[in-house]
Structures are given as C-alpha cells and as structure tokens.
C-alpha cells in the first residue's frame, strides 16, 4: 500500500510540474512565434511521450523500465505460449542430463559422501 502512495504522490507531483512547465512554455512560445509554433511544440510534446512509450516495450516485467523483454509481438498468449515452449525445452535437457535426475556432478558427489559419512564418521 505505501508503494502505490509514493508511486502515486509521485506522478501527481510530475503532473503538476509538467503543467506548469508546459503553461509557461506554451505561453511563451504563442506570444513570440504564433499559433503554428505553439501547435508544434504541442505535436512534440505529443511525439515525445509516444517515444517513451515504445522505448519500454512491450510485456515488460514490472520494475524494467526499458528494453524489449518479451519481444515484440502485440499479444500476451503468443508471448506466453514461447516462454511455456522455452521452460519446456529446459525441463527436457535438464532430464535429459546424464546423471542422475537432472543434478549436476557436485550435488550427485556431495550427495554420495553424505550417504557414506554421518557426522564426519564413515558409516
């Protein structure tokens, strides 16, 4: 709950900054330059938050601010049945691994010393 009230005193606190920001500049730039400089900027400010948009990406986890983690594809199911394919393929190598169950050959050695050995003496 005390995430969601920061993260929400934050964005206000942004909006507000930007508001004025925006007042100000608009403001300046109509007077001097006209109604066609100050369509422009808005068209910029506009451009510049469709950016940040797409710099994030989609199906980014939750703290990821950039990248492209799930890929590009526009929907979820696809993007979820390739991370399911991908643990597949995993769990199969994985068991496929010639040891015993999938362990690797420090846990399959320390395993067989502690089955040899019970409080240091061997059994």
Known sequence: M???KSWSKQFFL????????GTSVGTH??????WRAGAALSMGFYAW???????????CKRYTWLGYEGGLEA??????ERQRLEEEK?????????LSGGKDAV???????????????SV
């Open 90 to 98: 995993e769990k199969e190598t994985a068991s496929s691994f010639p």
């Open 14 to 21: 942004q909006i507000f900054i930007g508001q004025v920001i």
């Open 49 to 59: 938050g469709i950016f940040l948009l797409l710099i994030r990406g989609p199906h």
């Open 2 to 4: 005390f995430l969601h």
């Open 29 to 34: 730039i109509f007077i001097n330059f006209g």
């Open 107 to 121: 846990s399959v050695t320390m395993t067989r010393i502690s089955e040899k050995t019970e409080n240091g003496i």
């Open 75 to 80: 929907r979820k199911k696809v993007v979820a």
